[in-house]
């Protein structure tokens, strides 16, 4: 319950900050996200992930600053293939299995962002604060452990729009460094995501 309320008041600020600001138009992103795990993240799971999801919307604050929300789904996974491992509560006892580990997470972010210049090009800079809820397996044969989270966290980045002429959508690239704080009962996850999609502007 309380993480559903938490999951519904982030989401209620996200929409408000963007409706708050959209009046003087702005830009939707869809986007297909590849990860990169970095520091303990690539140690859990080391493997690219292709399989992740980001809609965005910013609305302009000025000609130039953007502020909006973003909403995303990525998840890594990467077989260790057999291990042995000793049990964490009985240092005598072993367990032989084929290890499996998966992590799912879901990024919602309040965004700042500012573009420089007009044209055929919009190259931009960004960065993005708030929550990534976490949830991490590691299975080992039939048994797994699983942990999982809201973390503090932020991401800077960087990327471009390319308008398709005088329409309204473009296409737009862009990477972001993810960095999700260390909590009380988990360690703290870092990964690269790079995205590509479509944009609307409005």
Not at 26 to 48: A, E, L, Y
Not at 57 to 72: Q, W
Not at 93 to 103: D, E, K, L, S, V
Not at 144 to 169: C, K, L, M, R
């Amino acid at each position: 319950m309380k993480r559903s309320k938490i999951h519904l008041t982030f989401i209620f600020i996200v929409v408000m900050s963007m409706s708050s600001f959209s009046q003087g138009g702005g830009i939707w992103n869809f986007n297909w996200d590849v990860g990169i795990p970095m520091g303990s993240t690539s140690d859990f799971i080391g493997k690219p992930s292709f399989r992740g999801f980001a809609v965005e919307g910013r609305g302009y604050v000025t000609d130039k600053l953007l502020i909006g929300g973003r909403g995303a789904w990525n998840t890594f996974f990467e077989n260790k293939e057999w291990v042995t491992e000793t049990l964490p509560d009985n240092p005598t006892a072993t367990i032989h299995g084929y290890q499996r580990n998966y992590m799912n997470i879901i990024p919602l972010m309040i965004t700042g962002h500012y573009e420089f210049g007009y044209g055929a090009v919009l190259p931009y800079v960004g960065i993005g604060i708030g929550t990534y809820y976490i949830e991490s397996r590691k299975y080992l044969g039939i048994y797994y452990v699983e942990d999982d989270a809201w973390h503090f966290g932020v991401y800077p980045e960087i990327g471009a729009v390319f308008p398709f002429g005088s329409s309204n959508t473009a296409f737009n690239i862009n990477a972001k460094y993810n960095y999700a704080a260390k909590t009380k009962d988990t360690d703290a996850q870092s990964w690269i995501s790079v995205g590509v999609g479509l944009s609307y502007i409005f």
